[in-house]
């Protein structure tokens, strides 16, 4: 299966970190490019051990709904959502937090994923999803950084 690995330096405190990645209000404000927003489960605040959220958006032009629930959770240093509905055969993210000598947290998001339909999803994961899925996961981290960063200066 396909594995993403992102990494980001942040200079706020690990708890601010694993607090905003678990937040559906940020991840909906980070996603406006393919305009999703969370339809059922938890759909506002952050996001716990057991909970779901149903996120609904566009992706390659295409209205798409996928559920993850959390399936680990290690304040603040890591939890795992797990898509128990949507288009893949299977993908798990797991979110990494942990505090620097420098003082800043790094954030680790490891994506493993498989796409539908045999080879040919083994094909697309290879030629198109992976590079697509690392983007969205680069930006979401930017916006996590920003939003923590931002409330250390205001």
Request: glycine residues 8%; aromatic residues 8%; hydrophobic residues 40%.
């Given at each position: 299966?396909?594995t ?5 330096d942040?200079?706020?405190?690990i708890e601010?970190?694993?607090d905003l ?19 059922s ?7 716990g ?7 609904e ?9 996928f ?5 680990a ?6 939890f ?7 288009a893949f055969?299977?993908f798990?993210?797991?979110?990494f ?12 998001d490891?994506?493993?994923f498989?796409?539908?339909?045999g080879p040919?999803?083994?094909?697309a994961?290879?030629l198109?999803?992976t ?11 930017e ?12």
């Amino acid at each position: 299966m396909p594995t993403i690995e992102v990494i980001i330096d942040v200079a706020a405190p690990i708890e601010r970190c694993f607090d905003l990645a678990r937040d559906v209000d940020l991840h909906v404000r980070s996603m406006t490019i393919s305009g999703e927003s969370a339809i059922s489960g938890v759909t506002s605040g952050r996001i716990g051990p057991g909970q779901e959220v149903t996120w609904e958006g566009r992706h390659f032009g295409i209205r798409q709904r996928f559920t993850s629930r959390i399936t680990a959770f290690d304040p603040p240093r890591h939890f795992r959502d797990s898509m128990v509905r949507g288009a893949f055969r299977a993908f798990v993210h797991d979110h990494f937090f942990e505090e620097r000598p420098d003082g800043k947290t790094r954030m680790r998001d490891v994506v493993v994923f498989r796409s539908p339909l045999g080879p040919l999803g083994a094909i697309a994961d290879r030629l198109i999803l992976t590079a697509y899925l690392e983007r969205l996961l680069r930006g979401r981290q930017e916006s996590i950084r920003a939003e923590a960063e931002r409330l250390d200066a205001g």
